[in-house]
């Protein structure tokens, strides 16, 4: 856990040896402790350097021992007796130095760093604050601005820019053990009280309340209703007012007041949530670890669309060819300027040189006959689709993998189309394609595990978080979608109107409500599909009443708004209306409050008041329920999936944990009841009646999250 060294015959080097991070576990800290003490007695022993095993130095506090009760020895203490210590301790700091990991750097009387390493304090992001001292030493080293930035937001430095500051003595592009060893031989003898920085006095601040105050009103807009960023604030605010002895206190209240809370637990399940997404396995027992992906030199893409184009950069600038293909001269160039222009924008914010030369614009699909993969990212439609897929049965090497981007369609129906079923996957990429994290891949039932590997792997490459599903009409993310919409829609019927809906899910946290995001995204997309479903438009039956479905209650409601023209931000209208056409300022539209009343008179619905709680529990548990449908019919592997998926291409609040995470959290027997309650009020809407599984749960003591899998096991799996 720490191995101890004796190195140039006086400089103790303690490697903390705790794979794959080497966080701070409770036997790190019994171990770093003993090597401490050890080399503090040791009279040959005149420094101190400390480092991490396998190139990280320390990816801080163990989070896994969060939940449990605390072992081994407090961190606090211990990294007090090092700053203390009356022999120079340096700090060789390769790979990263994070959370408690940074704040043991910051005790240390000198710290030198690898020029490629990663430095910061991203507790706030797991739903606490730096608690060993970090928000009070980090003040007093910098600043309180540039410590505030850094413990309010979670950002890494790079090495760099942590020597521009101040936090670092010395960046290195050698062995960073090897320079800190002479570094620490050099300080022997050096007086050391300047460097222990708890004994520094805080930079004054001109305006201080003021800056607190800005801060405080920045994150509350960026993370409404989140505590870890205030409390933040407050213990920075104690470094800038309070003795360090005070200070350190005040930090450990702070963080008690976070420590247990749910939004804590929820944003520590969405860490390992997120690590857990990639581990997919299929019932055959081929796993992420054990299937190969291919190698992936060169792609394709077909359609230069919204979604196209933002594929094309995703691909282009991690260092794939790209062959981007379109249907017309026109098409072809307009998608190339856009695509050009969207890499260089992209290559000066980070600084690197647009990757142009990996780009090849073509109309011929004969170009495709050597990639290694193609995306094919045409209109949403299955006959369009099978087309562009037989054509490139023809046209591309047998070896080629075939990915749709299809946000819905049958997978697998493309896939019998081809000479190669087993080599066809769906990538369903979230628009903006080259900005949304998520990545859908869908397991066809003949997909390959080396397709699915792969489909992963460049998934991951492109830095989205990849989470693999079932084959299913919507897959996981839109499928849940509508039980979720109707729901919306249905208490518009019943009194609310698009803002008091939207008000009420935007104060749960998500960062748009549903009317506000289906304006964004195009009223048209969905009212084209209900269309071609048979919902609304002329093949409904004149006998079949207005509100209903194939025997299920229906509303028109979303249809009217369309055959007004009213398509969301596009034409300046929608659910809200816009100052013009794109605009996206939304304000509430007095004409759509009269079609909502005309509506309700025509159909004798009496308006009533609708509370909060009302929208939340029947929008958010609708969605929760239909994850449990989706887990049972094995779309997707684990409510860990299904969380993911809504954390990053839905916008579901992080801090609530996702869907799932949230109904474990409300109490799966009183999201039951509450399920059952408004399904008898509303027999018609299936969705609304609990699924067996979530009964089954209940019926097992509702085990955590983490544990549901077991109940899963013996189901039929699409994965
Ligand atoms: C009093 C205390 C006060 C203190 O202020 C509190 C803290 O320090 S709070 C902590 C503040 N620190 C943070 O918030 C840092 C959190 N960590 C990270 O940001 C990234 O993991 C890191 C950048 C370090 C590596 O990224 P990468 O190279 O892409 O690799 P990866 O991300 O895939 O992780 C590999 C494996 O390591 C696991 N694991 C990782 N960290 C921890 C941990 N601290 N603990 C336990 N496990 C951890 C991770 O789950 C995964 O496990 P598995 O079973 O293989 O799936």
């Known amino acids: 856990m720490a191995r101890y060294e004796l190195v140039k015959r006086s400089v103790a080097l303690i490697t903390l040896t705790n794979p794959p991070v080497n966080a701070l576990s409770s036997a790190v800290r019994h171990a770093m402790a003993k090597s401490m003490e050890r080399a503090l007695n040791d009279p040959k022993v005149t420094a101190v350097v400390i480092c991490g095993e396998n190139g990280r130095f320390c990816g801080g506090a163990d989070i896994r021992e969060f939940a449990g009760p605390l072992r081994g020895p407090p961190l606090v203490p211990l990294l007090d007796a090092i700053e203390a210590g009356q022999k120079p301790v340096v700090a060789a700091i390769e790979g990263v130095a994070l959370g408690g990991g940074f704040e043991l750097a910051l005790v240390c009387h000198y710290r030198i760093a690898h020029f490629k390493a990663r430095l910061g304090l991203p507790e706030v992001t797991l739903g606490l604050l730096p608690a060993a001292g970090g928000t009070q030493r980090l003040p007093r080293l910098i600043g309180i601005p540039a410590a505030l930035e850094m413990i309010t937001t979670g950002r890494h430095l790079s090495a760099q820019e942590a ?11 050698q062995n960073t053990c090897e320079v800190a060893v002479e570094f620490a031989l050099r300080a022997v003898g050096k007086p050391l009280s300047s460097r222990r920085v708890s004994m520094l006095t805080t930079p004054c601040t001109p305006d201080l309340d003021a800056l607190l105050e800005a801060v405080t009103m920045q994150v509350k807009k960026k993370a409404r209703g989140v505590m870890a960023p205030l409390a933040c604030i407050q213990a920075v605010r104690a470094a800038a007012t309070m003795p360090y002895s005070k200070g350190i206190k005040r930090e450990s209240e702070l963080m008690a007041t976070l420590f247990n809370s749910g939004q804590a637990q929820a944003l ?26 291919r190698e992936i030199r060169s792609a394709a893409i077909i359609g230069l669309g919204t979604m196209g184009r933002g594929i094309v950069v995703s691909l282009a600038r991690v260092g794939i060819s790209v062959i981007a293909v379109e249907s017309e001269k026109k098409l072809l160039e307009t998608g190339k300027q856009m695509v050009i222009g969207m890499l260089e924008r ?30 094919e990212a045409v209109f949403e439609d299955m006959a369009l689709k099978k087309r562009v897929f037989q054509e490139l049965s023809k046209v591309c090497r047998p070896a080629t993998v075939l990915c749709t981007n299809t946000s819905g369609l049958d997978v697998d129906a493309l896939a019998g189309v081809t000479d190669r079923p087993h080599l066809v996957v769906g990538m369903h990429f979230f628009s903006p394609a080259h ?4 990545l859908e891949v869908v ?12 489909a992963m792997s460049l998934g991951k490459r492109m830095g989205k978080v990849s989470v693999a599903v079932g084959n299913c009409p919507g897959f996981v993310g839109n499928r849940m979608l509508k039980p979720y919409l109707d729901q919306a829609t249905f208490l518009l019927e019943e009194g609310a109107t698009p803002e008091q809906v939207d008000k009420a899910l935007e104060d749960f946290g998500f960062a748009m409500g549903v009317f506000r995001m289906s304006d964004l995204a195009g009223l048209d997309v969905g009212w084209r599909i209900r269309k071609e479903s048979g919902l609304t438009g002329p093949d409904v039956d004149p006998k079949n009443p207005p509100r209903r479905r194939q025997g299920r209650r229906y509303c028109p409601v979303p249809d009217m708004i369309c055959e007004q023209g009213r398509f969301g931000q596009k034409t300046g209208r929608g659910w809200y209306m816009y100052d013009k056409p794109g605009g996206t300022n939304a304000k509430p539209d007095p004409l759509i409050q009269n079609l909502l009343e005309m509506y309700r008179s025509r159909y004798g619905i009496q308006p009533r008041n609708i509370s909060d709680q009302e929208i939340i529990e029947r929008c958010l548990f609708a969605l929760a329920n239909e994850g449990f449908r989706i887990l049972e019919d094995g779309i997707a592997a684990r409510p860990e999936d299904i969380d993911v998926i809504y954390l990053f291409g839905y916008g579901f609040p992080r801090h609530r944990g996702g869907p799932m995470f949230y109904a474990s959290m409300v109490g799966l027997e009183r999201v039951l009841q509450r399920l059952e309650h408004y399904h008898q009020a509303n027999p018609d809407v299936p969705h609304l009646e609990p699924s067996p599984l979530f009964k089954k749960l209940v019926a097992c003591g509702s085990p955590p999250v983490q544990k549901w899998r077991e109940h899963i096991k013996t189901m039929h799996s699409h994965l």
């Open 435 to 438: 900005v949304m994290k998520l």
């Open 346 to 375: 992209d290559a000066k914010r980070r600084g690197v040189s647009a990757s142009l030369n990996l780009l090849k614009f073509t109309l011929s699909l004969q170009d495709l006959k050597d990639v290694d993969l193609v995306i």
């Open 268 to 293: 520590q399940y969405c860490f390992f949530a997120q690590r857990t997404a990639g581990k997919w396995t299929l019932p055959n027992g081929a796993q992420w670890n054990n299937s190969k992906p």
């Open 163 to 173: 020597l521009k500051l101040g936090i670092l003595d010395q960046v290195t592009e």
């Open 443 to 454: 397991c066809g039932p003949r997909s390959s595990s080396e397709t699915i590997a792969t």
